[in-house]
Nanobody, 124 residues
Framework: QVQLVESGGGLVQAGGSLTLSCAAS????????MGWFRQARGKEREFVSA????????YYADSVKGRFTISRDNAKNTAYLQMNNLKPDDTAVYYC?????????????????WGQGTQVTVSS
């Protein structure tokens, strides 16, 4: 069982930046691939970014490529999502998730553990 807790959400103006953190409960955090998803009001949850167990491989949705950066610190059992040049369309609840694989995975069905979500609101 892995418990995930997101933090770092908030209200920011368009063009601003936020960094989300995802703290994991298990010392075996380093064996899990991690991902970030988001769900805007009235829309389905969508993939944002993912990172392999080692951090050596990353993947981004086209909508955030070049603006968001995913990373992880296995010594701190924490994953991060650095979000720059935020747009109103980035407004959503952001969820981190852990998959019991070492590879990068983009499908939500591959992820077994989810955090409770953190709200990100970007004003225009």
């Amino acid at each position: 069982q892995v418990q995930l807790v997101e933090s770092g959400g908030g209200l920011v103006q368009a063009g601003g930046s936020l960094t989300l953190s995802c703290a994991a409960s298990r010392r075996t955090f380093g064996t899990y691939a991690m991902g970030w998803f988001r769900q805007a009001r009235g829309k389905e949850r969508e993939f944002v970014s993912a990172i392999s167990w080692s951090g050596g491989s990353t993947y981004y949705a086209d909508s955030v490529k070049g603006r968001f950066t995913i990373s992880r610190d296995n010594a701190k059992n924490t994953a991060y999502l650095q979000m720059n040049n935020l747009k109103p369309d980035d407004t959503a609840v952001y969820y981190c998730a852990a998959a019991n694989t070492r590879l990068v995975v983009t499908s939500s069905y591959e992820y077994s553990y989810w955090g409770q979500g953190t709200q990100v609101t970007v004003s225009s």
